[in-house]
């Protein structure tokens, strides 16, 4: 019944993710009062980029090809980390956090080297973009899950939930709101939203991912495109674990997997309408302004750690 | 009654880490209109705390102090900043001698800093330990915006700030001053507010700018 549930968890994170993709597409475009497309539209983009002609440049090697196979390995195996309906998920004891952090940091540096490989002037500055955000990114993320681990005492996802779900709202401490301000942070810069990168042009001369991935054509496109989905419900489900985790089903009868399954979804599009209110919100950040936001976050993550130690509760 | 007891006591275990989450935004901040903000809230957050406290303690004071509380900082002193900022027109960034990440890690440490400080004194008054250091912190940032800021409005926002974690700690040592002494103080505040923001006229009318940092050359 576990295993079940992990893999329908796993299932719902991978395929949904285009899904969540396309309603904060069309709640932005509710918000700026355009029409915006259908909510369906990456899974049709997807299915149209599956049937084109890989076209790889005559001076790309085999990293190019294997590159965008990587990402979306990588962020497949994460969201098997994360526990969505109830409290266990299918890789939830064999990994803690830090092997999760790495997981995400291992796609994107190859990433980066298919961005490079394509050999366009473009790739190139993608990629090192990309490599000074995630590597900025990577310690206000690890912050914050360490405070909330050292709260929970224990170093799994898994874990940090069960002991979130055993406290309930007003019970937050400060560990708790720092935490999630740093990680809501990196989860905008990880994924590519707004203050950091604009996921809507595809060409301008700020562009980050989208430089990146700019040599990539046909099903390569596909994959990547989708694993970048699949990334954004990826931390979604993350934030809503660790920090908001009260709804998920304890038992595994039908109506408490239902009753968890609407909380999830709720929480999810609550998510999302925050998601498309900051990015209708905020004007993108200059590049060199970046590691100024990224260092306010390491900051929240900083102080969140040192509250572990000051206020043990 | 018993939902509002809980409320009451969870609201006075609660309210100094979204008051820390003030003081950090506003370490933050870029924009002059979002420290107004942030410094309207955070007073809205310091009169429900007073008003816990009335009820707390079958105190009448309180509600008349927290009702003035809103009346002049969460809403009038807010009001009179943006009606300044439209007749001053300048540039609504904040110029800082420190970038946004510097800034908020300095309040990190004002932060630490004001745990660390009020560590041994909290025990000898029986006052709660978190809001003791909300208050030194308060203190402490107000200061540092002063100090660190250089256009002369936000240096207005930093003494608020200092005089709101004053405040604060008379509130958490002895349940508030009487009331004749606060509105007192209240009109103290008004006071200041309004010969400073007069000054900020004089200095734009002589200087064409509100930088302090540029203020060394005598002009006519």
Known sequence: ?313 | MGILETTAGKVLSAYSVFLFLTVLAQAAARRFSTNVLLFSLQSAIIAIQVAVIGYHEKLVEAYVVAALIVLLKVVGIPYAFFRLIEKLQSPREVISATSAAESVFVAVGIICLSYAAVRSYASGVHAPEDSLAASVALILTGAFLMVSRRKALVQMIGLLVLENGIFLAALTTTFGMPLIIEIGIFFDVLIGLLLMGLFVFRIRDTFDHLDVSKLRKLRG
């Not at chain 1, 990456?42 to 965008?68: M, N, Q, R, T």
């Not at chain 1, 239902?258 to 200059?286: D, H, Q, Y």
């Not at chain 1, 100024?292 to 206020?311: H, Q």
């Open chain 1, 1 to 313: 019944m576990t295993i079940a549930l992990g893999v329908l968890q796993v299932v719902l994170l991978v395929i949904g993710a285009p899904l969540l993709r396309g309603i904060v597409g069309r709640l932005k475009a509710v918000l700026q009062r355009r029409r915006g497309a259908p909510i369906w539209r990456p899974y049709a983009d997807i299915w149209k980029l599956l049937h084109k002609e890989d076209l790889v440049p005559p001076s790309a090697s085999g990293i190019f090809g294997l590159a965008p196979l990587l990402l979306l390995v990588t962020s497949i195996l994460a969201t098997a980390f994360v526990p969505l309906l109830a409290n266990s998920a299918l890789l939830g004891s064999t990994g803690d956090f830090i092997l999760l952090v790495y997981l995400l940091a291992f796609g994107r540096f190859f990433l980066a080297l298919g961005g490079m490989d394509g050999g366009s002037a473009f790739g190139g500055m993608g990629a090192s973009r990309e490599a000074l955000v995630s590597s900025l990114a990577e310690v206000p993320l690890v912050l914050g899950l360490v405070a909330v681990a050292i709260q929970a005492s224990n170093a799994s996802v898994v874990g940090m939930t069960e002991w979130a779900l055993e406290r309930n709202f007003f019970n937050i401490s400060a560990v708790h709101l720092l935490a999630f301000l740093a990680l809501g942070i990196v989860a905008l810069a990880e994924t590519g939203r707004m203050p950091v990168d604009n996921p809507a042009t595809h060409l301008e001369l700020t562009m980050i991912h989208e430089g990146m991935v700019l040599e990539y054509s046909g099903p390569n496109l596909a994959l990547i495109e989708w694993a970048g989905a699949i990334k954004l419900s990826f931390m979604a489900g993350l934030l809503i674990a660790l920090f908001a985790p009260w709804g998920m089903a304890t038992t595994f009868s039908p109506a408490a997997l239902g009753l968890a399954a609407v909380a999830m979804l709720a929480k999810t599009f609550a998510l999302a309408v925050a998601l498309a209110v900051i990015e209708s919100g905020i004007a993108k950040l200059r590049m060199y302004a970046v590691p100024d936001f990224l260092g306010v976050a390491a900051a929240f993550g900083t102080l969140a750690v040192i509250f572990t130690a000051l206020m043990k509760r």
